[in-house]
């Protein structure tokens, strides 16, 4: 059985990033065969985090939180945008974590925030924090903005980002969902794309 | 069984009336209140060390000295003696004079501390923590075994021919104990040397206590000191008492939410639920306190941690007054039960009978031709 834990880090009821969260473990379920999810809502945890801050020491549910990520195979970890970075609750949650416990351990980052203006915080936050944690981080970031929620792009990247996770934590029981390569200038030599083809991608399908 | 204190004289405001104390009115209450351990009939003080404010207790050996010519009983420690930043060469000398100062009412608990800039203040670096606890404690160990000593490590200079003096009473050094609240290495250590192990307990869950003791215990077994049930253990612990619980609540509480450790964070009722501290009447004191064995096993040290937080002297010397009437019923209570071949603490007594008696340690150096035993041999030399 693989295990999945979700951490996500929105603050209202029901949350964007809660929403995000959840189409990202449905893509990563749907690409594995055998999976058990945890989800871990750090809103719940706020004050055990913050005690364990001062104290040095989990509460009981922020420790079973803890023993999650330590016998997962791969995490979701989906935070808010406060202030330009990951809010400060997602941040002290990996700040009390155990050092080593994401040591190798597979990745998908992902944010939420109400303007496409701060997407590139996964890769200037997100992608160091956990750099520095000694995780591998899937190559595909999943950013969301408010807007993102009508349209149907959101899903095509979810479903690569879930795809790559993944193919990271071992099994997958569909090619289809696992990693989508690009083209390269020389497959285009190789084998054109047909114009028929590219007349439907220019008009969106 | 023993019973007693331990302190690293924090000078706190109370927070009921905003008043710190100076450190000269701290430096006195830490003598007052181990004057008044031994009184109520408690069988250890423990104090040390911390090298910043707001704490006075420095390096304790001066205070364990006073304190031990003022009273007649009670056994001295430390709680912590820094292994890490402290010359061992120093601690090996301190602590065989204050053994003959005393008549062997000594023992030390070695620690690392946990301030970081002790470590480049003396010199050291904090990442080399637990090499240095295991270095240093190395050493130590050989200047009070070994009347001469030839040595060679990373972190001190070198020592060729070195005698440590005093040597130690009666040819017996101090006992040890090895504190840590959550490095599995120190445990390892205390086992590998057969001495004891202290868990400090008050700041973390009964758990993470009952797992290093467990390591302790194992490894002591494997080391072949003694049955897994023989280890030498000591545990911290906490407690606030009134005859009335719930006066206990009211009074404990301003201090307990302001304390430097664990202020401003869990509740009173949480902290006291995940931890072994205990706020409440004489006899919910009693019951958590017993009730520490089932988790570390039957052990041999018990020290509370009373003195803190900005709490009054006064306060201090009720509750310590509150302690000894509740003496009796803890040592009768650890003793129910405890299987025969569970050791009590070694003290002096007990090492010197285990090592064949008394002897005379002294080492009678010959005259050496620099100063010679007397000043007229120096000069004929020179």
Known sequence: ?205 | MQFGIFTVGDVTADPTTGRTPTEHERIKATVAIAKKAEEVGLDVFATGEHHNPPFIASNPTATLAYIGAQTERIILSTATTLITTTDPVLIAEDYAKIQHLTDGRVDLMMGRGNTGPVYPWFGKDIRDGINLAVENYALLRRLWDEDVVNWEGKYRTPLQGYTSTPRPLDGVAPFVWHGSIRSPEIAEQAAYYGDGFFHNHIFWPAGHTKQMVDLYRRRFEHYGHGAYDEAIVGLGGQFFMRKNSQDAVNEFRPYFDNAPVYGHGPSLEDFTEATPLTVGSPQQVLERTLGFREYVGDYQRQLFLLDHAGLPLKTVLEQLDLLGELLPELRKGMAEGRPANVPDAPTHASLVAAAGGAHDSTVYAEADSATGHRAEDAEVTA
């Open chain 1, 1 to 205: 059985m693989t295990k999945l834990v979700v951490i996500s880090a929105g603050l209202s009821v029901p949350s964007s990033t809660r929403l995000l969260a959840d189409r990202l473990t449905a893509g990563t379920v749907e690409a594995l065969e055998d999976v058990e999810v945890t989800h871990v809502e750090l809103r719940d945890l706020a004050h055990q985090v913050t005690d364990q801050l001062l104290t040095g020491f989990p509460g009981a549910e922020l420790a079973a939180a803890q023993d999650a990520v330590r016998a997962a195979d791969g995490l979701i970890v989906v935070t808010p945008v406060f202030s330009a970075s990951y809010s400060g609750l997602f941040k002290s949650f990996f700040d009390v974590l155990e050092t080593g416990l994401l040591d190798g351990k597979p990745v998908l980052v992902a944010a939420t925030a109400g303007t496409a203006r701060h997407s590139l915080v996964l890769e200037h936050a997100l992608r160091p924090l956990f750099a520095y944690l000694h995780a591998v981080v899937v190559p595909t970031g999943v950013f969301a903005a408010s807007e993102d929620f009508a349209g149907t792009d959101l899903d095509a990247r979810v479903s690569r980002a879930a795809g790559e996770l993944a193919l990271l934590m071992g099994k997958v029981s569909s090619v289809d969902s696992a990693v989508s390569v690009r083209r390269t200038t020389q497959d285009e030599f190789a084998e054109p794309t047909p114009f028929e083809q590219l007349l439907r991608q220019a008009s969106g399908r």
